[in-house]
């Protein structure tokens, strides 16, 4: 092995320790400073260096052993400094993974459950702009909330998207690239713009796709999906 490779091969190594010391220092955890600043950061729960954009964590709760991955950004309100009230905004269960590069942007009420695991890219929004007047830009009227909730054990797609007022039940697949809005079962798979159930578990008969020949299965428990 010549000089030049042996050079090489050590730098390389000193960079990825250096790297792998600085996203251990970097990573927010209930005994870092910045763990501090959140309503609850449980037990056993990190959030991983390069942190994304983290704002309102007084309104922000993670539970234990929650893994959220690099580049996450999650916040509650419209930006920092902003008064939300006394209740917590955005509430993310214990054992849950949050994939990198994920967002999770709460103004009212994010509620994910335990056991929530979710693919690279996710974005989970309880807010969206209205159109209310055709004739005003749509980014400048005022936008409207909807309560989220991602019940527990269920599995987001990469790249999956969550809109305002969903609500999905108990271990829900949400297959990758879907956009979501409008209430789901316990048990269920859904994929497509705009998301459908395509696949369903009944106790009496097991799996089941939907009717081809029935009702479109894209409205659930009530929800619907006029995107």
């Known amino acids: 092995m010549s000089i030049r490779d042996a050079l090489r091969r050590f730098t390389g190594a000193l960079i990825h320790r250096g790297w792998a010391a600085i996203r251990e220092a970097g990573a927010v955890t209930p005994l870092s400073p910045g763990g501090y600043r959140f309503r609850a950061l449980g037990e056993g729960a990190c959030i991983a260096f390069p ?11 993670i539970g234990d052993h929650t893994l959220v991955g690099e580049r996450v950004s999650i916040s509650a309100g419209m930006g920092p400094g902003v008064d939300l009230g006394p209740g917590s905004v955005v509430r993310i ?48 009227q005022w936008p409207r909330n909807n309560p989220v909730v991602i019940g527990p054990g269920s599995w987001l ?13 108990r271990q829900t697949v949400v297959a990758g690239g879907a956009v979501v809005r409008g209430e789901f079962p316990d048990h269920c798979v859904l994929a497509g713009v705009p998301a459908r159930v395509v696949r369903r578990y009944d106790a009496a008969h097991g799996w089941q796709a939907p009717d081809p020949d029935g009702p479109p299965p894209a409205v659930c428990a009530g929800g619907h999906l006029d995107l």
């Open 93 to 140: 269960g214990r054992a849950c993974s949050i994939g990198r590069g994920s967002h999770i942007v709460g103004h009212q009420s994010i509620d994910i459950g335990d056991d929530v695991f979710t693919g690279p890219y996710v974005y989970i929004t309880d807010q969206n702009h209205v159109y209310d007047d055709p004739e005003t830009p749509i980014g400048r």
């Open 51 to 61: 942190v994304g954009a983290i704002f309102g964590e007084a309104w922000i709760e």
């Open 157 to 169: 797609g990469a790249g999956a998207i969550i809109l305002p007022g969903t609500r999905l039940g």
